[in-house]
């Protein structure tokens, strides 16, 4: 997997001279979209609309063979002043051999569909920072770890921060994360309930008039029960993002993170592989229409 990350980067860095260069950059930072694994606290403007395309890799667990892709669709639209909706369609792959407590398999499905719902406070044009609050609402019909059939249900709650550290050339992003879930399996009608609380840390600095060059930092802590009854497991992901402006009306980000630390309840392990993977990958592309 190293070796894949590295090629990876390898190309952008490679994009990075050959995208050509804009004339003159924009005043300041639009952070609705630089940011891979985290939100920002722009909205954009009444009117706009937007098509995106997110594909997350997830790989790496205690053993064996484990690859989880996602694939979603969204349709994003402001129709207020500082209130921006999102709704989303999910198509997963899983390919699973040989990962404990997880059954093997090979399989494409639709998974669910997401309603993102987002509204601005603070403005930091006119506030010392920006401010958002978030809830992503999501119903599937695959567990997104397992691949398993059932109903889950969950909602990720984020408090969004931001600031231009720098002007026009240096900007700083600070997300609040709680995740309650619930699940039903179609096998054996077992079900569960679970909650992750978070936080993230980003920066990204204007390497050329259209490319933003960064990296995110998350912590996160699992509990077994929407209210964080039971600890479960810890992990720290750290990573490179890029952002790259590429028209007018199109960009493109790619964020890639790696397990730095971790450990599952009642383990002295380094890492945590049983409630968190080792790497998380993320494309996202979009344009104004």
């Known amino acids: ?30 952070t609705e979209h630089i940011f891979g694994f985290m939100i920002g606290t722009d909205i954009g403007n009444v009117g706009e609309r937007e098509f995106q395309t997110q594909t997350t890799g997830r790989f790496g667990k205690g053993g064996g063979a484990y690859r989880a892709l ?17 709704v989303g369609g999910t198509a997963s792959l899983h390919h699973i051999t040989g990962v404990p407590d997880i059954d093997d398999r090979r399989q494409f499905n639709f998974q669910g569909i997401s309603l993102d719902l987002r509204y601005r406070l603070l403005d930091r044009e006119r506030a010392p920072f920006g401010f958002t609050i978030a809830a992503e609402l999501h119903g599937d019909r695959i567990d997104e770890t397992s691949g398993a059939k059932g109903r889950m249900y969950g909602t990720e709650f984020t408090l969004a921060f931001d600031r231009e550290l ?31 609380i978070g936080a ?15 990296g995110e930092m998350r912590y996160f802590r699992q509990y077994e029960g929407i209210g964080l009854s039971e600890f479960s497991g810890q992990a720290l992901f750290v ?44 494309l996202v592309f979009g344009v104004n229409f």
């Open 239 to 282: 990573g490179p993002t890029a952002y790259f402006q590429l028209s007018e009306r199109s960009r493109l980000t790619a964020s890639w993170s790696m397990q730095a630390w971790g450990r599952p309840a009642g383990s002295g392990g380094n890492l945590d592989l049983v409630n968190f993977e080792r790497h998380q990958a993320r």
């Open 166 to 196: 720098i002007p026009n050339f240096a900007i700083g992003a600070l997300n609040l994360i709680y995740q309650p879930e619930w699940a039903r399996f179609e096998i054996g009608g077992a079900s569960e309930k679970s909650s992750t």
């Open 70 to 86: 996602e694939h979603e669709v969204e349709i994003e639209v402001v129709p207020l002043p500082n209130f921006r909706v999102e």
């Open 200 to 214: 993230a840390f980003a920066g990204l600095v204007r390497v050329r008039p259209n490319v933003l060059l960064g």
């Open 1 to 30: 997997m190293g070796g894949r990350a590295c090629k990876f980067w390898t190309v952008f860095v490679c994009a990075i001279v050959l995208v050509p260069a804009r004339s003159s950059a924009e005043a300041g930072f639009d």
